[in-house]
């Protein structure tokens, strides 16, 4: 007897990558911390977890340089469930949302990519708009996973020899490049 003839539903696993990024109140350690906290989401394990990379703030004004990571995930979580998750994780480790679109951080975590899936509503748009741009979104992506075909975009090694990586700086977990 199988759980779908008992009338059991069977709950349906998705790989998923989360961007992670940081400028504010230790950068690294809030990356770290970060980690750990996807590492505990419910009905997730946490597969993979990139190096860290060190790049300037994107928009206007001055900022400090945003520390990034990607995470791979298998999670049970539907999209809109794993954002929620997210979110708390932002919130616990000093993320307040306001209107200025380019702020500065303590925490980001942005859902990436999720299953094959291309979402996109008032919340929620996958694969993440513009990460087909950005390097410090698709180096850490392509450590995590080198044959990914990103849904809609293509490969990342693809998209990333497409992007500069000039301004991409590796660095250990004290935030030392190396």
């Known amino acids: ?9 069977t709950a349906s696993v998705s790989k998923a990558y989360i961007g992670v990024g940081s400028n504010l109140a230790c950068p690294v350690e809030q990356v770290r911390d970060a980690r750990k906290a996807l590492n505990e ?6 597969l993979a977890f990139s190096p860290l990379y060190r790049n300037p703030a994107l928009g206007p004004g001055e900022q400090p340089d945003y520390v990034n990571a990607v995470a791979a995930i298998e999670t049970e979580l539907t999209p809109h469930e ?5 979110q708390i994780i932002e919130a616990n480790q000093g993320r307040l949302r306001r209107c200025f ?4 951080r303590t925490l980001d975590l942005d859902v990436l990519v999720y ?9 929620l748009t996958v694969p993440h708009p513009r990460m087909g741009e950005r390097a410090f979104v698709l180096k850490p ?3 995590v ?3 990914l075909d990103v849904p809609g975009l293509g490969p990342v090694a693809a998209l990333l020899s497409a992007v500069s990586q000039a301004s991409l700086q ?3 977990d004290s935030g030392d490049a190396l």
């Open 41 to 46: 989401l419910p009905k997730t394990r946490l």
């Open 115 to 123: 299953g094959d899936r291309a979402i996109h509503d008032r919340r």
């Open 170 to 172: 590796r660095v250990d």
């Open 1 to 9: 007897m199988t759980a779908s003839t008992v009338g059991v539903a």
């Open 145 to 147: 996973d080198p044959d």
């Open 141 to 143: 992506l392509l450590d």
């Open 101 to 104: 679109r380019w702020e500065p």
């Open 82 to 86: 794993l954002l929620d998750a997210l």
